[in-house]
């Protein structure tokens, strides 16, 4: 059974709005948004632990909120004031287990459960 599937991507003007949702099998799962661009370094937008402290990368900080719902198994990325920069394939990832302890950072390391990813794209 694919653990991971994203959704909610599509299309946006400057300045809009979307929200992605990714569906989890399991709420011990530390959970993170990842973004590529093609001929590019996956990386890092935002991160969330099990008890819901988060991180964000520099680029997204004030924009966008990760946040997940354990009693529906979703995981959320609200994105808004969106810029074409945000343009790329977003991927849900999963770290698992993901002890209490753990403390999020913005980094790909760790995370070992993926989704197929979904497509952003802003126009200007």
């Known amino acids: 059974q694919v653990q991971l599937v994203e959704s909610g991507g599509g299309s946006a003007q400057t300045g809009g709005s979307l929200r992605l949702s990714c569906a989890f099998t399991d709420s011990s799962y530390c959970m993170g948004w990842f973004r590529q661009a093609p001929g590019k370094e996956r990386e890092g937008v935002a991160v969330?632990?099990?008890?819901?402290?988060?991180a964000y990368a520099d680029s997204v900080e004030g924009r966008f909120t990760i946040s997940r719902d354990d009693e529906k198994n979703t995981l959320y990325l609200e994105m808004s004031s969106l810029k074409p920069e945000d343009s790329d394939m977003y991927y849900c990832a999963a770290r698992s287990p993901c002890s209490w302890s753990w403390q999020p950072s913005i980094s790909i390391e760790g995370f070992g459960i993926w989704g197929q990813g979904t497509q952003v794209t802003v126009s200007s």
């Open positions: 969330i632990n099990r008890d819901s402290r988060v």
